[in-house]
C-alpha cells in the first residue's frame, strides 16, 4: 500500500486536470506525481519528450532506463518498461543480462556496451571516466550523449518517487503510455 494516497484524476482541477485528460493511461506513478502540482505538468512533458521526441533511439533509451530501475531498485519502473522494452525490439536475453548487471554480455553490440558502461557511471558516480565518455562519443552523437544523461536522471528521479512513496504496482501499460513521436511544428 503507497505510504501517501493516490490523487484521484477525477478530482484535479485546472493544469493538472488537463494533464490527466491527455494521458492515455492514469497510472499510479502519475496520481502519486500529481502531489506535486507545480512540478507535475513539466515533469509529464519531460516524460513525454523523452519518450517520443528524442535522437536517443527508443531501444537505447529503454536500455537505460532499465539499468536505472535495476541498479536504483526501481522495481515500478522495471514493471512498466520491461514490455516497453520488449515492443521496441529489447530481446529477452538483454534484458536478463541488465537484471543481472552484465553490460559485458556478449548479447550487446559494442555501441550498447558504451551506453550501459556510460549509463552505470552516471547512475552511480555522477562523473564518467575519459575513456568511458570517449567510448560514448565513438557511437553516439552530442545531442544523444545529453539525451542519455537526461534520460537516466529522469528514471533516477521516477525511482525514487515510487520506492520512497511504495507506489502501488499497477499493471504493466506497455506502449500505450509512450507517446507518437513528436515532429517539428507539433
Known amino acids: 500500500m503507497s505510504r501517501i494516497p493516490q490523487i484521484d484524476p477525477a478530482r484535479t482541477t485546472g493544469k493538472v486536470a488537463d494533464v490527466f485528460a491527455k494521458l492515455p493511461v492514469h497510472l499510479n506513478i502519475f496520481k502519486m506525481m500529481a502531489h506535486a502540482q507545480t512540478c507535475f505538468v513539466p515533469q509529464i512533458k519531460l516524460g513525454t519528450a523523452i519518450l517520443s521526441a528524442q535522437d536517443l533511439s527508443a531501444s537505447n533509451r529503454e536500455l537505460l532506463i532499465l539499468q536505472v530501475a535495476n541498479l536504483q531498485g526501481g522495481a515500478y519502473e522495471w514493471h512498466q518498461h520491461v514490455p516497453i522494452a520488449q515492443s521496441v525490439g529489447i530481446s529477452d ?88 513521436r513528436i515532429t517539428e511544428g507539433q
Open 93 to 180: 536475453g538483454k534484458i536478463d543480462a541488465l537484471a543481472q548487471n552484465q553490460p559485458d554480455s556478449d548479447v550487446f553490440e559494442a555501441a550498447e556496451m558504451a551506453l550501459l558502461h556510460f549509463g552505470r557511471q552516471v547512475i552511480e558516480n555522477v562523473r564518467v571516466d575519459d575513456d568511458v565518455f570517449a567510448a560514448m562519443q565513438a557511437h553516439f552523437s552530442e545531442q544523444e550523449i545529453v539525451e542519455a544523461i537526461l534520460t537516466i536522471g529522469f528514471y533516477m528521479t521516477m525511482a525514487r518517487l515510487t520506492e520512497v512513496t511504495q507506489t502501488d504496482m499497477d499493471p504493466p501499460a506497455g506502449i500505450s503510455v509512450v507517446p507518437p
